[in-house]
């Protein structure tokens, strides 16, 4: 994490003796989608969206980021505002702010996102993988508030999570812990994006679901699916409507991404030994098909103390990043 100028050791706030109070610049930079919000306490005042296009360069990203700063803020000068937070597709070296090698951003490599905020717009600014500040704002504003252990995961395109231990955040060296989705579940299986095989990402995610349904869609296995395609193409919202429809098909594929899941989530459980488990992302919005089969594997598999943890889905939907982001900077404590 970087504070102030962006500078590596920089752990002051410089100037700045109000950082519980005030309105944030909230930034959640993700390899499709670039928001930007402003928050007030628990409490989205304004947002706008557009594309990333990383491959565009740094130069037009954070001249992009300027534009949608300056149409939130409405003539308001910077200075009123309690600083920057960002969070950030990973992985990312949050000690000193700076972009490493992120798969889904390859136009930012080594790209110093922390200082550059910082020159641009003369505030206080701190940076976190995606899936730890999804983590803050869920435990802070969401499913995992009242906890002192949580565990978060966002279940997309890809998986990725963060967790609290002993009510603080779990960082890590470098900041970039809670790479779950890269745990191996198998020594085979499908190729994941990190380039290894079988892993609960290449398993579990979204896009591993959405696999799964093309390749019936193309075996003609499933009715409604064939109905559903759109110039030959289904995903895994297809999937849950299609479940939720009494498709068998559709029906099978949920309880075999259930069963993935709560394979992989039996591992973390392991691991951190949460009181709770957030579940995130946009595979979460089928998560009322899919809770029975994750806590049906976590009771067959899990060690008998792990086997009561719930699974529950997440509060704030899409914003758990944005609000992550926005408690960096206004509710640092614990951190």
Avoid at 206 to 214: D, F, H, K, P, V
Wanted: charged fraction near 20%; include cysteine; proline fraction near 4%.
């Amino acid at each position: 994490m970087i504070w102030g100028t962006g500078l590596p050791g920089s752990t002051g706030w410089p100037g700045r003796d109000d950082m519980n109070a005030g309105t944030a610049i909230a930034i959640d930079l993700g390899g499709t989608q670039l928001r930007v919000a402003l928050v007030e306490g628990n409490r989205i005042l304004d947002r706008a969206a557009t594309a990333t296009e990383p491959t565009t360069g740094p130069e037009a990203l954070f001249d992009r980021i300027d534009r949608m700063i300056d149409r939130l803020c409405g003539g308001r000068a910077l200075s009123e505002f309690a600083g920057v937070g960002m969070c950030c597709a990973g992985p990312i070296n949050t000690d000193t702010a700076t972009a490493t090698q992120i798969p889904t951003l390859p136009g930012l490599d080594d790209v110093r996102l922390g200082a550059e905020l910082s020159r641009r717009t003369d505030l206080p600014v701190r940076i976190e993988n995606d899936g730890i500040a999804a983590a803050l704002g869920e435990w802070r504003h969401g499913a995992g508030r009242g906890a002192r252990n949580m565990l978060y995961l966002t279940v997309s395109t890809g998986i990725g999570g963060g967790a609290v231990i002993d009510g603080r955040l779990l960082r890590g060296h470098r900041g970039i812990a809670g790479h779950i989705g890269h745990m191996k579940m198998t020594p085979d299986g499908p190729v994941c994006s990190c380039g290894a095989t079988g892993c609960f990402e290449a398993l579990a995610a979204g896009s591993a679901l959405t696999q799964r349904a093309m390749a019936a869609l193309q075996t003609a296995d499933s009715p409604y699916l064939a109905g559903a395609a759109h110039d030959g193409v289904v995903d895994a919202r297809d999937v849950f409507s299609g479940a939720r429809a009494g498709d068998a098909h559709c029906c099978h594929l949920v309880a075999e991404e259930a069963m993935y899941l709560g394979q992989g989530i039996t591992s973390a459980i392991h691991m951190f030994s949460p009181e709770r488990v957030v579940l995130g992302g946009g595979v979460a919005n089928g998560f009322d098909l899919l809770e029975e089969g994750i806590h049906a594997v976590i009771r067959r598999d899990a060690l008998v103390p792990f086997r009561t943890v719930p699974v529950v889905m997440a509060a704030l939907g899409d914003d758990s990043g944005l609000m992550g982001a926005a408690s960096l900077i206004l509710d640092p404590q614990d951190m």
